[in-house]
């Protein structure tokens, strides 16, 4: 909706990128998110802003919608190491252990880090 615009989703997507990573890493993580909302629906493609939408949902205990952008992103490119981590993660912290620790294998092996037999 045109004329609500406010200091979270005005300027370019690169400034809005850059204004999400401020507030990121000043640990503002709900700012970053209500920045990171609106990117991630302009640019659904890109994977960049959705992690960072993920982290930041993580970051301020927001674990079911962590969830789901982590499941978009996985679902996308299931190669995706972090995105696989962070996944598990966010299980882990949601006590859905055994859901959790397949995702924690796959990102394991995905980094290279396989048990020695």
Partial sequence: MQGTTTYYDHGTPAERWERARRFFDAKDYAGAARVLAGLVEEVPEQTGPRLLLARAYYHSAQLRRAETELR?????DPVEH???LMLGRTLQRQARHEEARRHLRVASALAGDFPQE
């Fill in 72 to 76: 978009t992103i996985v679902e996308r």
């Fill in 82 to 84: 972090y995105a696989r």
